[in-house]
């Protein structure tokens, strides 16, 4: 079993529409976790972080967290164009050493 | 300044060169990193440097050598590389344990 499991996608919603991101992995002890977005070509941008369990909001994004399911989640509200991009669910590993564990990304299309 | 910067931003080199990647931020940041990422892959850790100490050598091939000239400051030496090698080459830093900030990037081909 992968650390970090992601659907590859492509996952593709219209425009305006909420897009539904997700993201299991496999350490319980992982304590950190983070969406991040890439746009192709470009590197990567830390959009979301999220520490403890429940919801987290910002703008248009919604980050989910719930460790006894060993499950997070991105949702992204009223869905544009420019949010289509390649987005990498990564957490800390429990080793203690600041490690990124990446996901294999979903790649979002959203569709005038 | 809340960006990390990196030069080049696109290096050709043939497998005989020697060439250096260089990358600084003044965040404040203590850790700093080096990714390589392929086409359609995530990220690979390459290397974590803490308090300018490296702390973390994911078994890369000894043709990749890295620096941390001070707490501002990564550099990734290049020496007798491979075309496998060639890929986008990030740099990222944190505070310690934290959130990582990502740079542009280096597009690295090698011939």
């Known amino acids: 079993q992968k650390e970090v499991e992601q659907n590859s996608g492509p996952l593709s919603v219209p425009e305006g529409a909420i897009a539904s991101l997700n993201c299991t992995y496999s350490d319980r002890v992982s304590q950190s976790f983070f969406w991040y977005r890439q746009y192709s070509g470009k590197s990567p941008e830390l959009i979301m972080s999220i520490y403890s369990n429940g919801d987290k909001e910002d703008g248009r994004f919604t980050a989910q967290l719930n460790k006894a399911s060993q499950y997070v989640s991105l949702l992204i509200r009223d869905s544009q164009p420019s949010d289509s991009a390649t987005y990498l669910c990564?957490?800390?590993?429990?080793?203690?050493?600041?490690?990124?564990?990446f996901g294999q990304g979903t790649t979002l299309q959203v569709k005038p | 300044d809340t960006e990390v910067t990196q030069t080049p931003k696109h290096l050709v080199m043939g497998m005989t060169n020697k060439k250096s990647l260089k990358c600084e931020q003044h965040m404040g940041h203590r850790a700093m990193y080096w990714y390589k990422q392929k086409a359609k892959k995530p990220p690979e850790l390459m290397f974590v440097?803490?308090?300018?100490?490296?702390?973390i050598n994911e078994s890369v091939p000894s043709r990749f050598s890295p620096e941390c000239p001070n707490s501002s400051l990564l550099n990734l030496h290049l020496h007798a590389l491979q075309p496998e090698d060639s890929a986008l080459y990030l740099c990222?830093?944190?505070?310690?344990?934290?959130?990582?900030?990502f740079g542009p990037g280096t597009r690295l081909t090698v011939l």
């Open positions: 440097y803490s308090y300018e100490k490296l702390s």
């Open positions: 990222a830093s944190s505070h310690v344990q934290n959130e990582q900030f």
């Open positions: 990564a957490l800390h590993g429990s080793s203690n050493t600041g490690k990124l564990i």
